[in-house]
């Protein structure tokens, strides 16, 4: 088993927008250590292709969510500027089957790094809290993967919409918060900040921490996707998707322009 093979195959069906087989069913013995090295290989190679590296996202950071795909912890991806969408026009193109789940973004301002980081750390260095919601794409065949096909896919990351709108970090109880999920006009989808971990601030604290076993922080000017507070939503071309958080923010995808 050479997990630069793995990974260069991963990074191939990635760029070519093509669905592969899990790669746990044909290489035994692969680890999550393995699977987050993959991830990070082929970060690298985007990075020396001119990528830009913005920021973090965590995955599976519900109940609900572990449950969906059959694992039992969190998991952590990257994020690249090139994910960031500058509308809410989603185009499909590069997409395999696309979801789309709301999440809170946090905008971090100083570093976090180490074991003992704790909620007080994160709210010290949070600049302010943006809604946002997360496209992913697993590229695995059927959307069908376990924890270390996923995060060597790196934890199914895609686009990314941030709203115009920023808050600061005491505006709101984030757990609290209502988000109701629209597709097409017809609500099928609501939940509240509590469904990330008790408390949105908690993902970013476990973040630190996961990324602390491998030497790795957040930098200043990182964005941390803290994870989705509903189950994620498969839209097809020209589905008109509205999120809508407690009244104070809603962001569109393919929103009609008049």
């Known amino acids: 088993m050479n997990i630069i093979e793995i990974a260069n195959e991963i990074h191939w069906h990635q760029k070519n927008v093509l669905e592969m087989d899990k790669i746990t069913t044909r290489y035994a013995g692969l680890t999550l250590e393995d699977a987050y090295e993959i991830q990070k290989m082929n970060i690298i190679k985007d990075l020396q292709s001119g990528e830009q590296f913005v920021g973090w996202k965590m995955g599976l950071t519900s109940l609900a969510k572990q449950q969906s795909v059959g694992v039992n912890q969190p998991i952590y991806g990257r994020l690249l500027k090139s994910m960031k ?53 697993s590229r695995y065949r059927d959307f069908s993967f376990n924890l270390i096909d996923v995060v060597a896919d790196n934890a199914s990351s895609a686009k ?53 076993s491998s030497g790795l922080c957040i930098e200043p000017g990182m964005v941390v996707l803290t994870g989705g507070i509903t189950e994620a939503i498969h839209v097809s071309s020209g589905d008109l998707l509205e999120v809508e958080f407690d009244k104070f923010s809603t962001l569109y995808l393919n929103r009609k322009r008049s």
Not at 89 to 101: A, M
Not at 109 to 135: F, Y
């Open 160 to 212: 990314f919409l941030l709203s115009e709108q920023a808050f600061s970090p005491s505006q709101f109880q984030w757990e609290k918060v209502q988000v109701t999920m629209k597709l097409n006009e017809r609500k099928v989808q609501e939940g509240k900040g509590s469904a990330v971990m008790g408390h949105p601030v908690r993902s970013v604290v476990e973040l630190v921490k996961m990324l602390h």
């Open 85 to 137: 969408m500058i509308d809410g026009e989603l185009s499909l193109e590069g997409l395999i089957h696309p979801r789309v789940e709301p999440e809170f973004a946090f905008l971090i301002n100083k570093r976090l790094e180490g074991a003992n980081v704790s909620e007080k750390d994160v709210w010290q260095a949070t600049e302010c809290i943006i809604p946002a919601v997360e496209i992913i794409d």
